[in-house]
């Protein structure tokens, strides 16, 4: 199956809200906005809706993301760099919505992955297609909605987000690694990075779901 660009990432097909998340916030469904100010006022291009780590939840709970409506910024030249190495020439130009912390935190969570899926080229790259999207994308805010922010050392972490995806996009992601086999014992590597998962939406949910001690590629 040949590689994908995510439409949100493009502004190509519909987007549904999924139970798809990154690092181990949980997900909701969509609810609309109410009227005191949410922390994702804005949807529109060139906009973000997190940057930066705000703390955790734990000492062993990982970095949880500050919300940031503010526009896409310039990378300085270390974050550039590395968002290159890691998610391809596409990011060598433009504003993006991450810091070098964030980046970093990412090169960690794909590498974990890498070890599961890195037989297979197509869904290795669009595993990684979708966590570089959500993470640093300039145009965040009009796929990813904060739900829930709570409150540590004086600053609000992340705890809740809506993440959409379109249903054309996680059915080719999906259909990309389901069949993918690991290590001498030639597991399904679905069966770690998706719970088993038998469809696109199952998969989506377990990447999306809260759990005590993270999925296996975190």
């Not at 005191?36 to 809706?49: D, I, K, N, Q, Y």
């Not at 500050?66 to 190495?85: G, I």
């Not at 790259?125 to 829930?148: E, I, M």
């Amino acid at each position: 199956m040949p590689t994908m660009r995510a439409p949100y990432a493009r502004g190509l097909g519909l987007l549904t809200t999924t139970t798809f998340l990154f690092a181990t916030l949980p997900h909701t469904l969509a609810t609309p906005a109410q009227p005191s100010s949410p922390p994702t006022a804005l949807h529109e291009p060139g906009r973000c809706a997190l940057r930066g780590n705000c703390g955790s939840e734990s000492f062993f709970s990982p970095q949880l993301p500050c919300p940031d409506n503010d526009a896409a910024e310039t990378p300085d030249d270390e974050t550039r760099e590395k968002l290159v190495t890691i998610c391809g020439a596409e990011w060598a130009y433009g504003n993006v919505c991450c810091i070098i912390d964030q980046v970093l935190a990412l090169e960690s969570n794909l590498k974990r992955a890498d070890t599961l899926i890195s037989s297979c080229p197509a869904c290795r790259a669009n595993f990684r297609n979708l966590f570089c999207q959500f993470t640093c994308s300039p145009d965040q805010s009009l796929f990813v909605n904060v739900t829930k922010t709570v409150e540590k050392s004086g600053k609000p972490m992340v705890t809740e987000l809506d993440h959409l995806v379109s249903d054309r996009y996680a059915s080719g992601l999906y259909d990309s690694c389901k069949e993918v086999k690991f290590g001498a014992s030639n597991g399904r590597a679905m069966d770690l990075i998706g719970g088993g998962a038998s469809n696109y939406s199952q998969f989506l949910k377990f990447l999306g779901d809260k759990k005590l001690l993270g999925s296996p590629f975190r």
